[in-house]
């Protein structure tokens, strides 16, 4: 069972507002990304990092930026919220000499 | 630009049969290969992985079969159980690159 936390796994807010999405790793590794997934679709790479203060944007453009403070850490944060960023948000993790990638619950994000 | 899709979007198979889910790739560069499972209101698991100087990985009741000649992937699920529902997705990791780039789900339904 891998060990990643999201928070909150379900956020419905009003368009405007700032959110941050948190994700959290207990495994020590380096590499972290979010994915973007809507309802029965694919998932799409829109932030990834390969450490401390190293960040990424994915193949999908996205309006949310992130940080990496620290190894364990990779928050997501969207500063002013709209309802095209209504989605499902996934975190994950994966080691420094591996591919395969563990992932959170996610966050279901409806912006009204 | 290149991705990977899965032939068919559901499946539908009986309590104990096989089941086989496509996928089909377009990069040639790429050079390994996960299936995940994502149930319902989850993060994708993973359930096996294959690298390209493999044509045949077995797990538990799973196996994944690589065609690089037609850039074909496949999960065969052995004795299909109710608890095999779910979307299925296939990712690759394009040649060099350390971000999995996934394809489109097949929703796979077990009936009893």
């Known amino acids: 069972e891998a060990d990643i936390y999201q928070t909150p796994r379900y956020l419905v807010i009003g368009t405007g507002k700032k959110i941050t999405l948190e994700c959290s790793q207990t495994?020590?590794?380096?590499?972290m990304y979010w994915y973007q997934q809507d309802p029965g679709m694919e998932l799409h790479l829109i932030h990834y990092s390969y450490g401390v203060n190293s960040t990424e944007k994915g193949d999908l453009s996205s309006e949310s930026t992130v940080s990496r403070i620290r190894t364990e850490h990779f928050p997501l944060t969207l500063e002013s919220a709209r309802p095209s960023h209504t989605s499902q948000y996934l975190c994950?993790?994966?080691?420094?000499?591996?591919?395969?990638?563990?992932f959170g619950q996610g966050t279901r994000l409806t912006v009204v | 630009g290149e991705s990977v899709g899965l032939h068919l979007p559901t499946l539908s198979v009986q309590e104990g049969d096989n089941s086989i889910i496509n996928c089909a790739y377009s990069?040639?560069?790429?050079?390994?290969f996960i299936w995940y499972k994502q149930e319902s209101g989850k993060g994708p698991q993973f359930i096996i992985d294959?690298?390209?100087?493999?044509d045949k990985r077995q797990g538990q009741r799973v196996t994944v079969l690589l065609n690089k000649t037609v850039k074909h992937l496949s999960l065969q699920i052995a004795a299909t159980q109710p608890g095999d529902s779910a979307v299925y997705f296939c990712a690759e990791a394009q040649g060099g690159s350390e971000k999995l780039v996934f394809g489109k789900g097949t929703k796979l339904t077990v009936n009893p």
């Open positions: 990069n040639s560069a790429s050079d390994y």
């Open positions: 294959i690298r390209s100087n493999m």
């Open positions: 495994m020590g590794h380096d590499k």
């Open positions: 994950a993790s994966s080691a420094r000499q591996r591919t395969e990638a563990f």
